[in-house]
């Protein structure tokens, strides 16, 4: 791991852990794996979820709350976590961090760019041109 690495530790019902940051998750989600491992009870919701590769899956979620205990955040949280097969999370860690607990956590993603350079320039060359053509007008 790197300090660029989307893995961090997570303690899950006082249960040391992994999980990967995922910021194109909408939602938290935990393996079914991990969830029997720590004995967190989880049933079949109304809806489904869209994963990664765009296929749509039934949607299963915990049943309670799951405690959580993260570094740099005071309080407990307490998230419902939607629950997945264990292949569709990487071996690194028991579950995936979503925009949903991302925003608990306070992880936040830093200088993420909203457009590219050539996007800028252009668009700065355009408003030049409009300039120039206003002024001959």
Not at 49 to 58: E, F, K, V, Y
Not at 94 to 111: A, F, H, P, R
Request: hydrophobic share 40%; net charge positive; aromatic share 8%.
């Amino acid at each position: 791991k790197t300090i660029y690495s989307p893995i961090t530790p997570i303690i899950i019902n006082d249960f040391k852990s992994y999980g990967t940051v995922d910021s194109g998750a909408e939602v938290s989600v935990i393996t079914k794996q991990f969830a029997k491992e720590l004995d967190i009870k989880f049933g079949k919701v109304e809806g489904s979820l869209i994963i990664a590769d765009g296929s749509m899956i039934d949607r299963f979620q915990t049943l309670e709350p799951v405690r959580i205990d993260y570094d740099g955040v005071q309080d407990t949280i307490f998230q419902k976590f939607d629950v997945i097969d264990n292949d569709l999370v990487n071996s690194f860690s028991n579950l995936l961090i979503g925009i949903d607990l991302m925003k608990k956590l306070n992880i936040n993603m830093i200088n993420v760019a909203h457009s590219l350079k050539i996007q800028r320039n252009l668009l700065m060359i355009s408003l030049k041109k409009k300039k120039i053509l206003a002024r001959r007008q």
